[in-house]
């Protein structure tokens, strides 16, 4: 008899079996594995995460944070030093402020935030299980199948023991004849919960307590592929990773990563670059008027903000000049214009076949279907608009042509001829840094990559950008709320598809980790990040027997680099770098197995690598005014294009209404060319405007440094769509 996956009820004749759920997901039978792992992750950290809000808003009414705990600290250490024998309430209590009271009050929140706290959120996690969640888990098992090396065998023993007794009625403890196998996660605060002492005075274990105790254990071991699901994609064995061809390619793999084969070389490199810039900052500090170093409970680096630089005022007459020339610019307009200039389109109305469709009319459904998506309004209300083309025309079109790998291959397109139509006068030389950022989107929540976002306050998905200096985007992502931004910046400046050479990416706080600048120094580009807390920050030192060589950086110094884990493991960490250069698998996939839950020994290699290089790049941007203001101003171009958004991608409140991945991909991959093309038309014209002599003087250095082309002042992306391909606007170049 087959049952239901989800309500455990008999199935009928005809009606959905476990993998026919999954179809409703949007996936297919051989998909199966990676959408109920996913499942999986997502409830379990959702039993956690409502069971520790419950306790917390039962606690917080009658929590009372006690602040300056060092300074009562010490005031009882104090006292009681200097009056050893006398009496607990005529020394320690008027000792501290508030007294007895405040001691009470430190005791309750000890109380309220310790062991007492957790073991209650487990209570809580406990009976939710127990009583709503626990039917799909149980069921995801017979879905299944995990895998793994010996070093996790007993969470996948636990799990077949919990299989075996998941319709064990009410009994509340396994049988005595049974093997419990041991694994991490029946530690801590969750062993007074799973074992006890039966009516014989037998250790028993609780099996509701022990089941949800694997779960979470398990979800932690998936997430950082320690243990995998057999027959998934996404969540495969991490070996496979790897590209297979690696031994047999050695010295070719190195050469494309520029790396040297002896890992001492590699080595040296690394330490002495750490050390000069060690150095350079120690004799520096003195003369350095915004950077103090020194010992203080807040961290030990004390960095003086950047003051806020004048606004350009000859940037405001240049864009109203372009305003003045060319009025008010439908955005429909500025597209046709890029198409026709660039001939981006060329790739997609070259494969007509025997359609029955000239290329000249699949050029205007397609301008009309990329403006439908990338402004969000759709194609029914584009439809709608002056040009003899139907909604059923477009999304035949739609469907027939315009794909994800189409639409990139057009924003490539549109990048590379930007690049190519600038004036070095006028834009300087080529850039080779990007900066990249996520902008939060909300989006329909009745599919598995709408998450919440703490930082956001809100349900949807993020948009992960890669913008260069002159704000021009090179690539972009359509990733969930707990994705990975570090593997969404590598993934983006390795595998960004345009004629540019990123040898340098900012970022802020969120985009970078020890982690992001191990695989950055391996693959070659520098990661330049705008830390947010600073003053926290460690350095490294380079190596044993140096405690006395940077004396005015000593407050920020901690131990040496392990250079014996990075010489043992060098040769791993280029296997998984080459494995991110040739795409064996998505960078997130790949990089999953270095988070801090792993036990992998290329993982804490890698850290000291990161670390090693983050002391560099440290090191080097407290020294260095001009480098902060570099990475701050290319992190204001990231932000000028996320505000753009909001003006372009107007229609549906600015949401994703849809619960399909592939229509919020194509969202954001025609979103993409719309600014594109914005960019390139605001390039040739003030390329046009700065032609006339009279402005050609006029600019003053500041302008000249902040001009960009990401301005829509004059830009009409609202009103009824007109599409007119002979109707061209007036540019000389």
């Not at 809000?53 to 250490?77: D, P, Q």
């Not at 949800?212 to 592929?225: H, N, P, S």
């Not at 990007?434 to 349900?459: F, I």
Request: proline fraction near 4%.
């Amino acid at each position: 008899m087959r049952v239901d996956l989800w309500t455990d009820r008999p199935l009928l004749p005809g009606s959905r079996a476990p993998v026919d759920h999954l179809r409703v997901l949007g996936v297919s039978p051989s998909g199966a594995a990676t959408t109920g792992k996913a499942s999986l992750i997502a409830t379990v950290h959702r039993i956690g995460a409502r069971a520790e809000r419950k306790v917390t808003e039962e606690l917080v009414n009658a929590f009372k944070r006690v602040t300056g705990k060092e300074n009562i600290l010490f005031s009882i250490a104090d006292a009681a030093l200097a009056h050893p024998d006398e009496a607990v309430r005529e020394v320690v209590f008027p000792a501290v402020s508030g007294g007895e009271q405040t001691l009470r009050e430190l005791v309750h929140e000890y109380k309220t935030k310790g062991p007492v706290y957790q073991r209650t959120v487990r209570t809580t996690l406990r009976a939710s299980y127990t009583n709503h969640y626990r039917r799909g888990l149980i069921r995801l098992l017979d879905v299944l199948e995990f895998r793994s090396s010996n070093t996790h065998r007993p969470v996948l023993d636990a799990l077949e023991l919990i299989g075996r007794h998941a319709v064990s009625g009410n009994r509340s403890y396994y049988p005595t004849d049974e093997t419990v196998p041991l694994h991490a996660g029946l530690g801590g605060d969750w062993e007074p919960l799973v074992w006890r002492a039966d009516t014989r005075g037998r250790r028993r274990a609780v099996r509701m307590a022990y089941e949800i105790a694997t779960f979470q254990v398990l979800r932690e071991r998936l997430r950082c592929k320690d243990i995998w699901v057999a027959g998934a994609a996404r969540w495969r064995n991490p070996d496979a990773d790897l590209p297979a061809d690696f031994d047999l390619h050695r010295v070719e793999h190195y050469r494309e990563l520029r790396k040297p084969l002896d890992p001492t070389a590699f080595i040296d490199e690394v330490r002495d670059e750490l050390t000069d810039e060690l150095d350079g900052l120690d004799e520096a500090l003195p003369g350095l008027g915004w950077l103090e170093v020194a010992e203080r409970a807040s961290g030990a680096i004390r960095l003086t903000p950047l003051d806020a630089v004048p606004e350009p005022t000859g940037l405001r007459r240049l864009k109203a000049e372009v305003a003045r020339r060319w009025g008010a610019v439908p955005l429909v307009d500025m597209l046709k214009e890029t198409v026709l200039r660039t001939g981006c389109l060329t790739s997609v109305t070259g494969r007509t076949g025997r359609t029955g469709i000239s290329p000249e009319v699949l050029a205007e459904r397609l301008v009309l279907a990329i403006y439908g998506y990338g402004t969000n309004t759709g194609l029914r209300a584009v439809a709608a608009g002056r040009h003899p083309h139907s909604e059923e025309d477009l999304r035949y079109v739609r469907r027939r042509y315009l794909n994800l790998d189409a639409a990139r291959e057009i924003a490539v397109a549109i990048a590379d001829a930007t690049f190519r139509a600038r004036r070095e006068a006028i834009w300087g030389g080529g850039s080779t840094t990007v900066a990249s950022d996520s902008t939060h989107v909300a989006a329909l929540d009745q599919n598995l990559l709408t998450q919440w976002h703490s930082r956001y306050g809100g349900r949807g998905v993020l948009i992960y950008w890669h913008v260069e200096r002159d704000s021009m985007a090179v690539h972009s992502q359509l990733i969930s709320c707990t994705a990975s931004e570090v593997a969404a910046m590598v993934e983006g400046a390795v595998r960004h598809g345009t004629t540019m050479q990123v040898e340098g990416n900012y970022v802020d706080s969120h985009g970078q980790s020890e982690i992001g600048f191990g695989v950055t120094r391996l693959l070659g580009f520098e990661l330049l990040p705008r830390i947010k807390q600073i003053n926290r920050v460690r350095l490294y030192r380079a190596g044993p027997g140096q405690t006395e060589r940077h004396p005015r950086l000593a407050p920020a110094m901690t131990r040496p680099i392990r250079w014996d884990l990075v010489a043992q493991q060098y040769d791993q960490m280029i296997k998984y770098a080459t494995a991110i250069r040739t795409g064996t698998a998505s960078t997130e996939a790949i990089l999953r197995r270095f988070t801090r839950a792993a036990s992998h020994p290329t993982y804490q290699a890698m850290l000291e690598l990161g670390r090693a290089q983050k002391t560099i790049f440290v090191a080097r941007y407290l020294r260095s005014r001009e480098l902060q203001r570099e990475i701050n101003a290319g992190l204001n171009v990231v932000e000028s294009w996320n505000r753009a958004n909001s003006v372009i991608a107007y229609g549906k409140g600015g949401g994703l209404a849809t619960n399909r991945r592939d229509e919020q991909e194509m969202i954001v991959a025609c979103l993409r060319i719309l600014q594109a093309a914005l960019v390139y038309v605001n390039t040739l014209m003030l390329q046009d405007v700065l032609d006339d002599p009279d402005w050609a003087n006029t600019l003053s250095p500041a302008d000249r440094r902040g001009l960009s082309p990401l301005f829509w002042t004059h830009v009409l992306p609202y009103g009824q769509v007109h599409l007119d391909m002979t109707a061209r606007l007036r540019l000389r170049t």
